[in-house]
């Protein structure tokens, strides 16, 4: 089984890659891709418009489960509590407007679901 790691951040990152083209189409601009502290990882963070925007992204093959489906509530506190950092490392102001939008890649079909979670924080 050596390599699985590798083969899996490979997938990861091609469907990240995929994800990232998809949003600069809409008019998105990437500032970071896979952004990690001790507090967890955001997948994409970019600017649409005002806003600052985190990104999630799921792939799934068809069948089973649905990729939005794997953004649970422990991983939207790991996200938010990781937005946090990013914004004080960058300078960010309390008042600069954010969302959490997830991109869920099923076989050939790309969801974007725009604030697709609120700012969640608590321990679990």
Same mark, same amino acid.
């Given at each position: 089984?050596?390599?699985?790691?590798? %083969?899996?951040?490979?997938?990861?990152?091609?469907?990240?890659?995929?994800?990232?083209?998809?949003?600069?189409?809409?008019?998105?601009?990437?500032?970071? !891709?896979?952004?990690?502290? %001790?507090?967890?990882?955001?997948? @994409? &963070?970019?600017? %649409?418009?005002?806003?600052?925007?985190?990104?999630?992204?799921?792939? *799934?093959?068809?069948?089973?489960?649905?990729? @939005?489906?794997?953004?649970?509530? *422990?991983? %939207?506190? *790991?996200?938010?509590?990781?937005?946090?950092?990013?914004?004080? !490392?960058?300078?960010?102001?309390?008042?600069?407007?954010?969302?959490?939008? &997830?991109?869920?890649?099923?076989?050939?079909?790309?969801?974007?679901?725009?604030?697709?979670?609120?700012?969640?924080?608590?321990?679990?």
């Amino acid at each position: 089984m050596a390599g699985t790691g590798n %083969q899996s951040r490979r997938c990861g990152t091609y469907y990240e890659n995929l994800a990232a083209e998809y949003l600069i189409q809409k008019g998105f601009q990437i500032l970071h !891709r896979n952004f990690c502290s %001790q507090f967890g990882e955001i997948d @994409l &963070v970019a600017r %649409q418009r005002d806003y600052l925007v985190f990104v999630e992204v799921k792939y *799934r093959r068809r069948g089973g489960e649905h990729p @939005l489906e794997a953004v649970d509530i *422990r991983k %939207q506190r *790991r996200i938010c509590r990781t937005a946090d950092y990013y914004c004080l !490392r960058y300078g960010y102001q309390e008042d600069t407007p954010c969302r959490f939008d &997830v991109v869920g890649i099923s076989g050939d079909e790309i969801i974007h679901v725009e604030d697709a979670f609120s700012y969640a924080i608590g321990y679990s």
